[in-house]
């Protein structure tokens, strides 16, 4: 099930920016972070695609949501300006962020390409 963050939350499962200067995932298998607005429409198209593979990957990868209006801080240290914006976050790698409402068959692929997970069939 995909998990909503809030800043607390994204310290202790994400990254606690207030105590580490470097980059230190904190996770314990790979994620993925929608930054999304309840306002934008293309995060409304990418939701349920996001509830599918939180399903299809679940114990391989994490799905989290961050709410931009809620989280503005969270939003602004990723440098988010366009919604939806995906953060795909490996174990042992720096992140990648991507922009824009991707198709499901697109996360399939990033998730092998990034994450070295093999495609899940629904």
Known sequence: MVEHLTKDEFKKKVFNFETNKEWNYEGSIPCVIDFYADWCAPCKMVAPVMEELA???EGKLNIYKVN???EQELASMFGIRSIPSIL????????QMAAGALPK???K?????IFKIPEVTS
């Not at 795909?88 to 992140?95: A, C, G, L, R, S």
């Not at 692929?109 to 390409?113: G, Y």
Request: hydrophobic content about 30%; proline content about 9%.
């Open 109 to 113: 692929k990033a998730f092998n390409d």
């Open 105 to 107: 068959k697109a996360f």
């Open 68 to 70: 931009t209006e809620s």
């Open 55 to 57: 399903k299809e990957y």
């Open 88 to 95: 795909f976050v490996p174990m042992d790698e720096k992140p």
